[in-house]
């Protein structure tokens, strides 16, 4: 419902949202589960799983064993899903936004999540040192190209070998551009995992560890060189 969105002034992304804080529940179906989470507005979603969300999680196939970083968690919805699939591994979600940080928590906890922590922070910021086996995120189309393009070039420092970023999108957020963007710097394969509703689910895989060491360099020189084209 639009009018559960945060005014244009405070947007999703903001630290600490001001908007009053209006919680509901809301449910889905995850492998045969059905897991619950507060939402809240003032946080990204705040009616309920998002489309593109929901394709996300669809896709995202895990090894009991990976490691996930949740990019972005909003309240929690990847980074549940993630937990309840990847069940000896774990699972760190982050956000800057504390209202859904907080929800995040409640939500590991109403759905009985023992394998993950929620942090709070920008960008890698809270994993300053960490690797995954996967890095999975719906970006915050909202905050801009340059902090989206910021998750995707400093990824290849926080993945493991034949590690993977999965990013969704769709048309009118520019995930053609990012995945074409990928296609051509990126220092592995890039797949489309899956498509629905004007969205679509793009994996970039490390190629054993293979990162060329100017990645960043090379990255940003090229992002110059395409940053006029259209979303
Ligand atoms: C499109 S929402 C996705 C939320 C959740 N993963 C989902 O799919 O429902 C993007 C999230 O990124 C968060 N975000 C914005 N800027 C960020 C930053 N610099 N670092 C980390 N997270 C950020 C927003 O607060 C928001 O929760």
Redesign the pocket.
Known sequence: MANDEPPIAEQ??AEQPHARSVRAERRFLYRGELLTFLVDTG???SHG??P??SL?IENLVLRPTDRVL??????G??GVAAAKAATEGEVVL????RR?TRLARENLERNRVRNAEVRV???YEPVEAERFDVIA?????H?GRE?VLRIIEQAPDHLRPDGRLVLVGKGSQGIRFYQEWLEAHWPGPVTVLGRGSGYRVVEARMHGDGRPSNFPALAAARRHSVGGRSR
Request: hydrophobic letters at 40%.
């Open positions: 999703y992304f946080t990204f979603s799983l998002d593109g969300t996300l949740d990019l972005g968690c909003g309240w919805a990847v982050t956000d800057v936004n859904a922070g920008s960008l995120t719906n970006p915050p189309f905050a902090l």
